[in-house]
DNA sequence: ACCTGAACACCGTTCAAGT
DNA sequence: ACCTGAACACCGTTCAAGT
């Protein structure tokens, strides 16, 4: 598999850099209208862009994903770090649990990033990584606090934490399922 | 929405019955082979029918995708009843989820019809009827052992039991993670 | 470096015509 | 009651032609 090779943001053209934006923003328009599939094609339109260019910034479902999570991405990551700086570990994975459950209920397409366990897009790239440090900073501090075993890993904290907003959102009352199995989650994490 | 209105299994014309079979054959071929798409056109075509007879059978893919998990939904469900019957609750529960975890990990689409809320079938409501009682008993006596928190349903079980297949399969190594994930579930039960 | 739109294969879905 | 295949709208993807 060829690494798909885009053009670092900071030297796109300034036609490059306003077609990108207006396809995120039709995009995140046909998210709120409840169309979550995505298609370049009908993208393309919406956005006034032609199809080539639409495949040009997107060449592919994930791609685009990770454009429209980055923020959200982003934030999560900073919850991870303040998470890591609580004096009670255990808190603050509590917390950054919640937080992360919250943030995926909302936003659909961070689901999906964090689903995903390899990122394409150079930026995900590194916020996953960034994810990961803290994360592991967490843990480590958690598991010397007893709360959490100690075979479960950084990663296994992000796969944990899909699986529960998957339990969350596979029936009815999601908010409510959301705080039964996050309870069910931090009392499991210390085995 | 109106109930899909399908033809109860037992009156259908003989020539309908092996068209049936010989789609949910193709359907088969097709997963086997690692195309898990099922698209009607090309499984009508790979299965020798009509389009319209393909759509007749399967009006949507969750018909199609029950139709190919049935089995395993039995087989699942009589995993439960035994279950309910062992003499050690926990044991059983236990025992139940990691099989659970087993089949839908060979079987996606076992997966698939575990994760929705709502079958669309008769034969899958049924079954997912079935498994909602065995599970509630199995429930019931884990409660009276101490090996589940009183505010865990039957149904709940469902979700999470998705849910650690989600985690488990959302990164490298996903029968060793079932395992570790597994045991954060059953120790998260207990509350 | 980037944009455009034609072009092709393919799918989802419907439906009139059959037996 | 069931089957068939044409038909239509639409999508994914590519690519030659442009600026």
């Keep these: 598999m060829a690494q798909s090779r885009t053009v670092p943001a900071s030297r796109r053209r300034s036609d490059a850099v306003r077609n990108r934006a207006q396809l995120l923003e ?3 328009r046909q998210l709120a209208d409840g169309d979550d599939t995505l298609a370049l094609n009908a993208l393309a339109r919406c956005a006034g862009v032609g199809i080539g260019t639409a495949y040009r910034h997107f060449p592919n479902r994930a791609t685009l994903v990770e ?39 909302g936003d659909h397409v961070l689901a999906e990033v964090l689903r995903s366990p390899h990122p394409v897009c150079v930026e995900t790239i590194g916020l996953s990584r960034e994810l990961g440090t803290a994360l592991g900073e967490l843990l480590d501090r958690a598991r010397a606090a007893g709360a959490v075993s100690p075979d479960l890993g950084a990663d296994d904290l992000r796969r ?32």
């Design 26 to 28: 039709a995009a995140r």
């Design 67 to 105: 454009g429209l999570a980055a923020d959200a991405l982003a934030a999560f990551v900073t919850d991870a770090r303040s998470a890591a700086d609580d004096p009670d570990p255990a808190r603050g994975l509590a917390t950054l649990l919640r937080a992360g459950l919250a943030g995926m209920a």
């Design 160 to 191: 944990l934490l899909v699986g529960v907003h998957t339990a969350a959102s596979a029936g009815p009352h999601p908010d409510a399922a959301r705080e039964r199995y996050l309870r069910v989650l931090v009392a499991g994490l210390a085995g």
